[in-house]
């Protein structure tokens, strides 16, 4: 897998419009690790090339300590 460009930010006013596709709650844009995290689902989707990935299967479990820090 290739590294996120940095700078390949995600459009504010999508940010605004996407939910969690498991709970319909609010997503966190995480810039440093090119990921929107869902708190209550404890999932955390990668955005590639600019796109999100809504998928479950696609998305990451989020730790504990990862959790506090939100």
């Known amino acids: 897998m290739t590294e996120p460009e940095k700078n390949d930010a995600i459009d504010p ?16 844009y995480d810039r ?8 209550k689902a404890r999932l955390a989707y990668p955005i590639r090339d600019g796109v999100p990935i809504m998928l479950a299967e696609e998305a990451r479990q989020l730790s504990d300590e990862e959790l506090r820090a939100l």
């Open 13 to 28: 006013k999508l940010l605004e419009l996407l939910v969690c596709p498991q709970t319909k709650g609010p997503l966190v």
């Open 32 to 39: 440093e690790n090119h990921e929107l995290l869902s708190k």
